[in-house]
Nanobody
Framework: VQLVESGGGMVQPGGSLRLSCAAS????????MSWVRQAPGKGPEWVSR????????YYADAVKGRFSISRDNAKITLYLQMNSLDTEGTAVYYC????????????WGDGTQVTVST
């Protein structure tokens, strides 16, 4: 199982980024998937979840209305569109198999760094 996150970078507050998660050795289309983030010095925080068929979707209160999760099962890719980013969005973002509504499995990729700063 390999999950590879990409799309991170540095952005100013109010900016946007689109993260991607590509899977290999893992039939991503068969699984509910989550995005998880970990800020410096903090534990993992569940961000969002999407069912295997593309819906429904769920979001942490901290990102609701600003982030949007989606997937393209044909391209075996998961996405996270992040708008109106604030400094609280600074973290390493990971994709993982979902576990429950706001949980996640143990297999993560290396993550992609998002830094929101002036």
């Amino acid at each position: 199982v390999q999950l590879v996150e990409s799309g991170g970078g540095m952005v100013q507050p109010g900016g946007s980024l689109r993260l991607s998660c590509a899977a290999s050795g893992f039939t991503i289309a068969s699984y509910d998937m989550s995005w998880v983030r970990q800020a410096p010095g903090k534990g993992p925080e569940w961000v969002s979840r999407i069912n295997s068929n593309g819906g429904p979707t769920y979001y942490a209160d901290a990102v609701k209305g600003r982030f949007s999760i989606s997937r393209d099962n044909a391209k075996i890719t998961l996405y996270l569109q992040m708008n109106s980013l604030d400094t609280e969005g600074t973290a390493v973002y990971y994709c993982a198999e979902a576990a429950g509504i706001n949980g996640y499995g143990p297999n993560w990729g290396d993550g992609t760094q998002v830094t929101v700063s002036t």
